[in-house]
């Protein structure tokens, strides 16, 4: 795999012009080894626009649902809008209105919908992280539709976060048929025991499937087939998928964020990384995860007081309700090293593993405690997390991987490290780099 990657990224220009039937701008940013050419001005219009869009489906919605007697349907309408309004702001509030019209249509629905209400309750519910919440509707929902795959993957996703992957993965043979869903968790189990190459070889073969069929599925599926490529080193393979979710939609955030990420990954351009952040974060209502992106860049740069500040936005940001819940490992992971947040993020470490008792948040405490000097406690957990280590990220390999050579168990460590070295591009060149200086120590 070369270190650089050349790739034209000629579908945004292809985006520019089919999204905003205008001619592209002379507004790039350029350097050796990449180009990437976007008008802001045209994007931001784009984005406008389709938030205007949805906001006229509300107004129309909500004058239905004045005038009928069955309002838990223009109910389930309305709550739609306010998801795919989310989609482009990133502002939580817009998910708990979904879900109050979702909980009330459930209410006052025959029967015969209750099923298909609990489902998109379960659904609405594991956007926000509430994962108790979205299994409990994910099995209200089989009472009324017994034999739904929607209905027992949904269960899937939720006790994934709850109980881990051997409790999750016995809801998936009871499917009788393998929809796009259902494949699309098959990978992901594949992916978290380690075989990335049979994943890969799924999520592939149907991510062309559900482009003609299922437009929506194959956005989750090259979403997911694009994170896997990062971890595998295959930038140039991360791109065309990105690409592939832009010719469905054209101002899709993930895919634009990600394109961002290889930017800084892969090439190390720093500008072009940060101009598209840049743009994303300023057409957002609330763009956390931009926040914690450009202060990883800062980091790297070693721009000390960018950095404190980028920190500080981004914790005060997520300091409460649902995007506390949604970014919980990211608030643990930039505040453990900072005294000001530490009690705060080690109280939310324990209260996560508390609740839910599986590899990565044992593993996030361990590193809490291991920062505070408290060595016991973080080799007692990262101990428990080595008797199944699915689905840990390359920087949660990186971090048990520190505590067990600073603990001089070497043999633990050069394991657990050389790991995290295979998943570098998606670490980043900051973690990257101190990753080398562990590695480097190795016997």
Request: glycine fraction near 4%; proline fraction near 4%.
């Amino acid at each position: 795999m070369k270190n650089y990657i050349r790739v034209s990224y000629g579908i945004i220009m292809l985006w520019m012009c089919v999204a905003c039937s205008q001619k592209p701008s002379d507004n790039m940013l350029v350097n050796s080894t990449l180009v990437l050419p976007y008008s802001t001005s045209d994007a931001a219009l784009a984005i406008r626009e389709a938030v205007q869009a949805i906001d006229r489906d509300i107004t129309f919605w909500e004058e239905k649902l004045e005038r009928t007697n069955q309002g838990y349907l223009f109910l389930k309408k309305l709550s739609i809008c306010y998801q795919r309004k989310y989609e482009y702001t990133g502002n939580p509030d817009y998910l708990l209105n979904a879900e109050e019209l979702l909980l009330k249509a459930h209410q006052e629905a025959p029967v015969t919908i209750k099923g298909e209400l609990c489902q998109a309750i379960s659904r609405n519910a594991l956007r926000m992280h509430k994962f108790e919440m979205a299994k409990r509707y994910a099995e209200e929902s089989l009472n009324y539709l017994p034999n739904s795959v929607q209905s027992q993957l949904l269960s899937f996703d939720a006790l994934l976060q709850l109980k881990g992957l051997a409790v999750a993965e016995q809801q998936l043979p009871n499917v009788k048929y393998q929809s796009i869903g259902t494949v699309l968790r098959l990978a992901r189990v594949k992916q978290m025991k380690g075989e990335e190459q049979e994943a890969m070889a799924l999520l592939e073969q149907i991510g062309q499937k559900a482009q003609k069929l299922h437009p929506e599925l194959a956005v989750s599926t090259w979403v997911e087939l694009a994170e896997l490529y990062i971890r595998m080193g295959m930038g140039e393979k991360a791109v065309k998928a990105y690409e592939s979710i832009l010719k469905i939609d054209p101002i899709n955030y993930t895919a634009l964020k990600g394109l961002a990420w290889v930017a800084y990954a892969y090439d190390k351009n720093i500008e072009t990384a940060k101009g598209l952040l840049r743009f994303l974060q300023q057409n957002r209502e609330t763009s956390p995860d931009i926040l914690w992106m450009l202060a990883d860049i800062a980091a790297y740069q070693e721009k000390t007081e960018l950095y404190q500040e980028l920190l500080r936005r981004f914790m005060e940001v997520t300091s409460t309700g649902v995007l506390r819940d949604i970014y919980l490992t990211k608030v643990v992971e930039l505040g453990v090293d900072h005294p000001e947040y530490f009690p705060m993020v080690l109280a939310m470490a324990e209260a996560d593993q508390a609740w839910r008792p599986i590899s990565s948040t044992k593993e996030l405490l361990a590193w809490c405690h291991h920062r505070s000097g408290n060595d016991y406690e973080a080799l007692r957990l990262a101990d428990e997390v080595m008797q199944d280590p699915t689905g840990l990220s390359p920087l949660a390999l990186y971090r048990l991987g520190v505590i067990y050579q600073d603990l001089e168990e070497s043999d633990k460590s050069s394991q657990l490290l050389e790991k995290a070295q295979e998943g570098r591009f998606y670490l980043g060149p900051r973690w990257t780099e101190e990753l080398q200086v562990y590695m480097a120590k190795l016997p």
